[in-house]
């Protein structure tokens, strides 16, 4: 048997979306499993943004280090993947049944968005016998494996006080005002933040009931900040939110997260073959669809040939989303927080230097209380107590199948 992890963390040193303690997440994290767990370090991947001698955590690399885990795999095998970094979500696309109404995501350094349903896509493929465990310390992680069964938390329709028959409505007027509110610059995504400064989100710090910290800054990447960012890497003004699946695939092609791609490829076999601007190609956008027509019409053969290659053929098909239950058996995610929360990045007074998130280190201290002996269950209960008692809102989450609630965590 063998024990083998990837750990990604995002610093994002340099601009306004820079964090302070994503890299300490990773090396905590890195002693942890190779003195409390047994890992070896041939067998862990390391990901960070702040040394160029590692390899960078773009989309592309992390969804590489990703596949290699997977594919390496035997039956016995002990998987675990770790992310500290910033989250965010995208409304999920009006036709979608997400299990949470939104597509949550991570964002890495290049902001090449991996989203819950990637997440998804590499637990389906893990082996049977495996077992993969995925702790996101980022903005909204709950539900962060799409249609994972949640066993502690309330982010998605079956969890928690939702009911299934109020859940649809009360997350599109969600979206509607949060949608709303994003397009003005106004950020509202933190129970912990009492204000932001506009266009600043580095002063977009949280105050706590105690002042135990020196700092303290939530890991979501509002949809806003993420355009300007893109407009940045692109020089065009024309992005906003309602165009961030056709800027992604412009500007990642098929290196852009396969459901971005799915869809976008869809509506480029609708555009070439002559599809009106209706029903799904309305969702896109007028100027979305100019952009991509005029990709087609630079006879830009990869473009083509990957739409033709898709084989996307209906609507159904571009919003598709695996709702099987048993190939998410082997898969344990533990979210730093819900789908409508924030995770918190901070660091104790007099000591600026041991940043860490939130959750990352309660998960740390939780391991040294009990010499790494705790199950999945009662580390996010014990977690959620924890953050509590320190201030923070937050409210982890465990999403796995039945078998793995009480499993001892990561063996």
């Known amino acids: 048997m063998a024990k083998k992890a990837v750990l990604i963390g995002c610093n994002y040193p340099g601009t306004k979306a820079e964090l302070r303690g994503c890299i300490n997440d990773v090396w905590r994290m890195h002693n942890c499993l190779i003195h409390r767990y047994g890992f070896l370090e041939e067998d862990i991947i390391i990901l960070i943004d702040t040394n160029n001698s590692f390899t960078q955590p773009t989309g592309k690399n992390i969804r590489s280090a990703m596949s290699t885990l997977v594919q390496s795999a035997k039956p016995g095998d002990v998987l675990f993947v770790h992310y500290s970094g910033h989250g965010t979500r995208l409304p999920a696309e009006t036709q979608e049944d997400d299990n949470t109404g939104y597509d949550e995501c991570i964002v890495p350094t290049d902001m090449n968005l991996i989203t819950d349903d990637d997440f998804r896509g590499f637990v389906e493929t893990v082996p049977r016998g495996c077992s993969i465990t995925i702790v996101s310390d980022s903005c909204h992680s709950g539900g962060l494996i799409e249609a994972a069964n949640e066993q502690i938390g309330d982010s998605t329709k079956e969890g928690g006080r939702n009911s299934n028959s109020g859940f649809k409505v009360k997350h599109f007027l969600q979206r509607t005002v949060e949608n709303t509110i994003e397009s003005c610059d106004i950020d509202v995504s933190s129970e912990l933040c009492h204000h932001r400064y506009k266009n600043d989100i580095e002063e977009r710090h949280v105050e706590l009931h105690h002042g135990n910290y020196s700092y ?3 890991r979501s990447l509002p949809l806003s900040a993420l355009v300007d960012i893109l407009k940045h890497k692109t020089g065009k003004d024309d992005i906003d939110i309602g165009k961030l699946r056709p800027t992604l695939y412009y500007i990642f092609g098929e290196d852009a997260s396969p459901k971005v791609k799915t869809f976008m490829k869809y509506v480029l076999n609708k555009l070439q073959h002559g599809g009106k601007n209706n029903g799904i190609l309305g969702l896109v956008g007028t100027l979305a669809q ?15 040939n990957h739409a033709i290659e898709a084989h996307t053929g209906s609507e159904q098909d571009a919003y598709a989303t695996s709702t099987k239950r048993n190939a998410l058996d082997c898969g344990i995610l533990l979210s730093g927080c819900q789908t409508d929360q924030t995770s918190a990045d901070a660091s104790p007074y007099g000591n600026s230097d041991k940043a860490y998130g939130a959750f990352s280190n309660a998960i740390q201290t939780i391991i040294e209380e009990t010499d790494g002996t705790v199950t999945n269950r009662d580390l996010v ?3 959620r107590k924890k953050l509590q008692r320190q201030g923070f809102t937050q409210k982890p989450g465990l999403y796995c199948s039945d078998d793995h609630v009480d499993a001892p965590f990561v063996c």
């Open 290 to 304: 100019e952009l991509l027509k005029h990709k087609l019409n630079e006879n830009d053969e990869g473009y083509k």
């Open 216 to 218: 303290v800054k939530n």
């Open 381 to 383: 209960l014990k977690a």
